[in-house]
């Protein structure tokens, strides 16, 4: 089972996030924002705003044109609409995250599987929104870290199992004040969550610290 590297700098919030909950906070330029998949196969789906403009978010289509990759990795930077570097992928022990599938709904788990009313990370989403005066309209295509949404050669996606391991993680540096927002995916219905919620934990910490 890995274990993630140890950090150095000070630890400003280490919090787990319960299966099925949601996250957030202001992470300030240059520090890190460290999530870790505690049992493994946990996807978790992400949104980053900037903190001092938040019309200027994270934009999916732009960031993979920018990386020239449809997957998330070691080295990618997520950019904002305005095309700001917002977040730089640090370190990775898993190597694809996924930036298209989405997040799950009420909507589409009852159009799609006929079953829902087991959360969603749009309810997440919507509900944590509101600690930083967000709507609806805010939302934004999300990164899906651990998620795996492989491409056939007809352009065939859905979800498969994630490649997460228990303890594995990712880093992020933060390019610019950023709010960053995580929904700790609830889908039973796929296995964006390797059909079993588990918990996730955010650590934020100041390298210079
Ligand atoms: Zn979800």
């Not at 700098?9 to 957030?24: F, K, L, N, Q, Y």
């Not at 890190?32 to 196969?41: C, M, Q, T």
């Not at 978010?57 to 990386?67: L, Q, V």
């Not at 994630?162 to 950023?178: F, I, W, Y």
Request: aromatic share 8%.
């Amino acid at each position: 089972m890995p274990t993630p590297p140890a950090i150095t700098g000070r630890i400003i919030e280490d919090t787990v996030i319960p299966a099925r909950g949601r996250w957030s906070a202001k992470v300030a330029k240059g520090h890190l924002l460290r999530i870790v998949d505690v049992e493994g196969k946990q996807g978790v789906d992400f949104l980053c705003y900037n903190a001092n403009d938040v019309d200027d978010r994270y934009a999916a289509a732009d960031t993979m044109k920018i990386n020239g990759n449809l997957f998330v990795g070691l080295g990618t930077t997520l950019y904002s609409i305005n095309c700001n570097p917002m977040m730089t992928v640090v370190a990775d022990r898993v190597g694809f995250h996924d930036t298209i599938g989405g997040c799950c709904s009420d909507a589409v788990n009852i159009k799609r599987y006929n079953n829902a009313g087991h959360g969603s990370c749009r309810a997440n989403f919507l509900a944590e929104f509101k600690k930083w005066g967000l709507t609806q309209k805010d939302y934004a295509a999300n990164v899906n870290f651990f998620a795996y949404v492989p491409i056939g050669p007809k352009g065939e996606m859905d979800f498969r199992d994630p490649l997460s391991e228990p303890g594995d993680h990712v880093d992020l540096r933060a390019d610019m004040d950023v709010i960053a927002i995580i929904s700790n995916c609830p889908q039973i219905n796929n296995p964006a969550a390797g059909f079993n919620p588990s918990p996730l934990q955010a650590v934020i910490w100041d390298p210079e610290g």
